[in-house]
């Protein structure tokens, strides 16, 4: 049975499978998305939220789209408060270039002691390649970091034979 990997899904994650599939790396970013999640569901790994995720997702215009997202999002095992901790991290990040929310989310992360924050955010993945000494969590593509997880599976299963 694989480790449980305790995983923050940035917004962005949360809204990918509703997005337009004719780009290739939409379709394979909403796979990625919708795999991890089927892992949660089964207990594989853990989901973790955050009050900024739900803040976040209740500006979903469409109510069927934001009804579904939530109803998604229940299945967490963990929701960080935002409280005084958080929004100081949150503040030295946004120092650091990060905007506002992408702050808040990456100190609610670290917070939570995320093994990942999963994002598809071109310009948050590159901040965050930037500033990798200053995070206490790893930010990643969620299509990277499955090929990454699978690879060293796949790894340990096979020194496991020899």
């Known amino acids: 049975m694989p480790p449980e990997y305790r995983i923050y899904l940035d917004v962005c994650c949360w809204n990918r499978p509703f997005d337009d599939f004719s780009q290739e790396r ?3 970013e ?5 795999l991890i999640y089927k892992n949660f569901r089964l207990g594989i790994w853990m989901l ?7 803040a976040e997702l209740r ?7 934001l009804e579904l997202l939530m109803a998604a999002l229940a299945i967490a095992k963990s929701k960080i408060k935002l409280d005084d901790t958080i929004k100081k991290r949150a503040a030295i990040l946004v120092e650091l270039g990060f905007k506002p929310f992408d702050a808040t989310h990456i100190a609610s992360a670290e917070a939570a002691n995320a ?15 930037r500033h990798l000494g200053n995070l206490r969590t790893s930010v990643q593509n969620p299509v990277y970091w499955l090929i990454a997880i699978n690879q060293n599976e796949e790894g ?3 020194e ?3």
């Open 26 to 28: 939409i379709r394979l």
């Open 59 to 65: 500006k979903t215009p469409d109510r069927q789209r």
């Open 115 to 129: 093994d990942v924050f999963l994002t598809t955010d071109d310009r948050l993945l590159r901040n965050a390649q």
């Open 156 to 158: 340990s299963e096979n």
């Open 48 to 54: 973790l939220s955050s009050d900024i995720v739900e």
């Open 30 to 34: 909403a796979e990625a998305v919708l």
């Open 160 to 162: 496991d034979r020899y």
